[in-house]
């Protein structure tokens, strides 16, 4: 059957009521947008704490996340999450230690920190060669994911083929983008987190009580679900424990380079808390978006995986109910958008809402982060110095609409969210260490991120290779399949030390005038500092204290509480109330603790 001939006029009227508002809103603040490249890309550093936690979560809320976690839950059980969700640690280390240090910087880009950090030629073309490798490169290749959960969408729920929904996704997307800047965004991105959140949980609440599902005890009792329900995979499969829970945890959240999950803080993330008024409001809403990102939002998406295994046991069952989808496109990620085929008129409109507001959330601070990379970090630096506020602005628009073109045809090319992921996940593997130390050692140098960056990069390219893959990994290979990641980090990390030794250290001059200006402190800096001292020259505000001990304290605490409220949740909706109650107590007593821990590190939330 045609999910197009189920949506109803009122179904339309909710989701034409939402594009209205969100172009209406960007049309409302395009103006002030384009006075100036600070306006277009930070609103002018003015932004409070809530808002930008809100738009860091609405941002985060991709079309392609739901679509990821069914494929996720689908092959690997709903402990397969550890993916990402140990990512929770590299968020609350941004939280507690790097967002002040982000904001004393007082950059425009995470990228202007290079010739903060960093001096001479290789710090200028550090800082040219990642405006093109993350603003354009990896910024394309995330969109892409995004774009390519939203023609599955378009697909299974109103029919279209993949061109269509690449061109009215698109253009409506980018004209947001173009005109309404950054501002524009978090503006809508308050109402899309509101929209997308109610469209998920309602979708959840009635998938699961579809009567063919029966309610969540039978779900959880179904044979195709009972053995993907556990939150920990399982202690007897080595492999499993090892891939699935001991990689993410030990390795992977320091090690891996992930659009906005970054070690010690980046990207979008970064862009935001530029923007904030202050320290405190940076730190706040970092907090807070790590808060909403785990504790709430994954369990709605878990649920209707599961249920889907009901419903659409394998991928011969989806592709029967839709054979329009192509083969190129077949794959568990459709198991989401395919549930939502099912959902009454009104909440079919609320949910195709949502749906599209996450679309645009992500695309539209996509845009605006890469374009901001393509602005300032290299036309500004390297075309144009004297360029105008104005000609920055229309150099802003125009690189928004190339971005969006790249990336609506590489999603063209790709099958599922899953195959990206990965893709992402290897390719920056062994270069987050860097990005952790080189805040607090002074030895790091342009040369060791350019070898990490280089070295990644090059060996993922290289064991996507198949048969040098194979004789590597797995059954026939020198090493199991889990030891690629591994693998990848360590000879990475090796190279980018080896680097870091033997070229150059950054001229004292250099070195001193960052510690002077961000006062990282801590024992990586000791040389320097006493060096300085030597020569009678003032670098330490002896008004600033080091933190950082009492940071990654928070850190753990925070780490605690979270989980401890995500899988509270989840054990209350198995109804296995002998686990949720003790969590629930933990997740008081080390959110209690992380009180007391937080007024030492002397922050306040205004």
Same mark, same amino acid.
Request: aromatic share 14%; hydrophobic share 50%; net charge positive.
């Given at each position: 059957?045609?999910? @197009?001939?189920?949506?109803?006029?009122?179904?339309?009227? =909710? =989701?034409?009521?939402?594009?209205?508002?969100?172009?209406? /809103?960007?049309?409302?603040?395009?103006?002030?947008?384009?006075?100036?490249?600070?306006?277009?890309?930070?609103?002018?550093?003015?932004?409070?704490?809530?808002?930008?936690? +809100?738009?860091?979560?609405?941002?985060?809320?991709?079309?392609?996340?739901?679509?990821?976690?069914?494929?996720?839950?689908?092959?690997?059980?709903?402990?397969?999450?550890?993916?990402?969700?140990?990512? +929770?640690?590299?968020?609350?280390?941004?939280?507690?230690?790097?967002?002040?240090?982000?904001?004393?910087?007082?950059?425009?880009?995470?990228?202007?920190?290079?010739?903060?950090?960093?001096?001479?030629?290789?710090?200028?073309?550090?800082?040219?060669?990642?405006?093109?490798?993350?603003?354009?490169?990896?910024?394309? /290749?995330?969109?892409?994911?995004?774009?390519?959960?939203?023609?599955?969408?378009?697909?299974?729920?109103?029919?279209?083929?993949?061109?269509? &929904?690449?061109? &009215?996704?698109? @253009?409506?997307?980018?004209?947001?983008?173009?005109?309404?800047? $950054?501002?524009?965004?978090?503006?809508?991105?308050?109402?899309?987190?509101?929209?997308?959140?109610?469209?998920?949980?309602?979708?959840?609440?009635?998938?699961?009580?579809?009567?063919?599902?029966?309610?969540?005890?039978?779900?959880?009792?179904?044979?195709?679900?009972?053995?993907?329900?556990?939150?920990?995979?399982? $202690?007897?499969?080595?492999?499993?424990?090892?891939?699935?829970?001991?990689?993410?945890?030990?390795?992977?959240?320091?090690?891996?380079?992930?659009?906005?999950?970054?070690?010690?803080? %980046?990207?979008?993330?970064?862009?935001?808390? #530029?923007?904030?008024?202050?320290?405190?409001?940076?730190?706040?809403?970092?907090?807070?978006?790590?808060?909403?990102?785990?504790?709430?939002?994954?369990?709605?998406?878990?649920?209707?995986?599961?249920?889907?295994?009901?419903?659409?046991?394998?991928?011969?069952?989806?592709?029967?109910?839709?054979?329009?989808?192509?083969?190129?496109?077949?794959?568990?990620?459709?198991?989401?958008?395919?549930?939502?085929?099912?959902?009454?008129?009104?909440?079919?409109?609320?949910?195709?809402?949502?749906?599209?507001?996450?679309?645009?959330?992500?695309?539209?601070?996509?845009?605006?982060?890469?374009?901001?990379?393509?602005?300032?970090? #290299?036309?500004?630096?390297?075309?144009?110095?004297?360029?105008?506020?104005?000609?920055?602005?229309?150099?802003?628009?125009?690189?928004?609409?190339?971005?969006?073109?790249?990336?609506? @045809?590489?999603?063209?090319?790709?099958?599922?969210?899953?195959?990206?992921?990965?893709?992402?996940?290897?390719?920056?593997?062994?270069?987050?260490?860097?990005?952790?130390?080189?805040?607090?050692?002074?030895? =790091?140098?342009?040369?060791?991120?350019?070898?990490?960056?280089?070295?990644? %990069?090059?060996?993922?390219?290289?064991?996507?290779?198949?048969? /040098?893959?194979?004789?590597? $990994?797995?059954?026939?290979?020198?090493?199991?399949?889990?030891?690629?990641?591994?693998?990848?980090?360590?000879?990475?990390?090796?190279?980018?030390?080896?680097?870091? $030794?033997?070229?150059?250290?950054?001229?004292?001059?250099?070195?001193?005038?960052?510690?002077?200006?961000?006062?990282?402190?801590?024992?990586?800096?000791?040389?320097?500092?006493?060096?300085?001292?030597?020569?009678?020259?003032?670098?330490?505000?002896?008004?600033?204290?080091?933190?950082?001990?009492?940071?990654?304290?928070?850190?753990?605490?925070?780490?605690?509480?979270?989980?401890?409220?995500?899988?509270?949740?989840?054990?209350?909706?198995?109804?296995?109330?002998?686990?949720?109650?003790?969590?629930?107590?933990?997740?008081?007593?080390?959110?209690? @603790?992380?009180?007391?821990?937080?007024?030492?590190?002397?922050? =306040?939330?205004?």
């Amino acid at each position: 059957m045609n999910c @197009l001939m189920q949506i109803s006029t009122l179904d339309w009227l =909710i =989701i034409f009521l939402f594009f209205a508002i969100s172009l209406g /809103i960007g049309i409302y603040v395009s103006k002030a947008s384009g006075k100036s490249a600070n306006e277009y890309f930070l609103s002018g550093r003015s932004m409070p704490w809530w808002l930008l936690g +809100l738009s860091m979560v609405a941002t985060t809320f991709s079309t392609d996340t739901p679509n990821l976690v069914t494929d996720i839950v689908r092959t690997n059980g709903v402990s397969g999450n550890w993916v990402w969700w140990a990512f +929770l640690i590299t968020g609350l280390l941004t939280v507690f230690v790097y967002a002040k240090l982000w904001r004393k910087s007082n950059v425009s880009t995470d990228l202007e920190f290079y010739e903060l950090r960093y001096g001479g030629r290789p710090a200028r073309f550090l800082r040219k060669f990642r405006a093109i490798y993350l603003g354009i490169i990896f910024n394309v /290749i995330t969109m892409s994911a995004v774009t390519l959960a939203a023609i599955k969408i378009g697909g299974i729920m109103l029919g279209l083929e993949p061109w269509q &929904t690449v061109i &009215t996704a698109g @253009l409506v997307t980018v004209t947001f983008s173009a005109i309404g800047g $950054f501002k524009g965004v978090v503006y809508t991105d308050v109402i899309l987190f509101f929209v997308a959140m109610a469209g998920a949980i309602g979708a959840a609440v009635y998938l699961v009580n579809l009567p063919e599902v029966g309610g969540i005890e039978s779900l959880l009792a179904n044979k195709n679900v009972v053995d993907k329900i556990s939150i920990l995979p399982n $202690f007897r499969d080595r492999e499993a424990l090892i891939a699935l829970l001991i990689i993410p945890l030990a390795v992977q959240w320091w090690s891996s380079w992930y659009p906005g999950a970054e070690p010690g803080g %980046g990207g979008y993330i970064a862009q935001r808390m #530029f923007a904030a008024k202050d320290e405190n409001h940076a730190i706040g809403a970092t907090f807070f978006f790590n808060i909403m990102h785990y504790a709430l939002r994954p369990w709605p998406w878990i649920l209707v995986a599961l249920a889907s295994l009901v419903v659409f046991p394998d991928l011969e069952s989806i592709q029967q109910a839709f054979p329009n989808i192509t083969s190129d496109k077949l794959g568990n990620d459709l198991a989401y958008p395919a549930m939502l085929t099912k959902l009454p008129t009104g909440l079919l409109g609320l949910v195709l809402a949502s749906l599209i507001s996450a679309y645009m959330s992500t695309i539209s601070t996509q845009l605006n982060w890469g374009s901001s990379y393509i602005v300032y970090d #290299f036309y500004q630096t390297q075309i144009n110095p004297q360029a105008s506020q104005k000609r920055l602005v229309a150099v802003g628009r125009l690189s928004t609409v190339l971005l969006m073109v790249l990336s609506a @045809l590489l999603a063209l090319l790709l099958q599922n969210a899953m195959q990206l992921f990965n893709l992402l996940l290897v390719f920056g593997a062994g270069t987050g260490l860097i990005f952790i130390l080189r805040w607090f050692w002074w030895r =790091i140098n342009a040369w060791s991120e350019i070898t990490a960056m280089v070295a990644s %990069g090059l060996i993922s390219l290289i064991l996507t290779i198949p048969s /040098i893959k194979a004789s590597l $990994f797995g059954a026939d290979g020198l090493m199991p399949g889990w030891g690629e990641f591994p693998f990848v980090v360590a000879v990475t990390t090796t190279l980018w030390l080896v680097a870091t $030794f033997i070229t150059p250290s950054e001229e004292a001059s250099v070195l001193r005038s960052f510690y002077k200006k961000i006062q990282p402190g801590g024992p990586g800096w000791e040389k320097i500092v006493e060096a300085a001292k030597k020569e009678d020259v003032q670098i330490v505000d002896e008004n600033e204290g080091w933190t950082v001990p009492s940071g990654i304290l928070a850190m753990l605490l925070g780490c605690t509480m979270i989980y401890s409220i995500m899988f509270c949740t989840g054990y209350f909706i198995y109804g296995n109330f002998k686990l949720a109650l003790p969590l629930l107590g933990l997740a008081i007593v080390s959110g209690f @603790l992380l009180v007391k821990i937080w007024k030492k590190i002397k922050v =306040i939330i205004l």
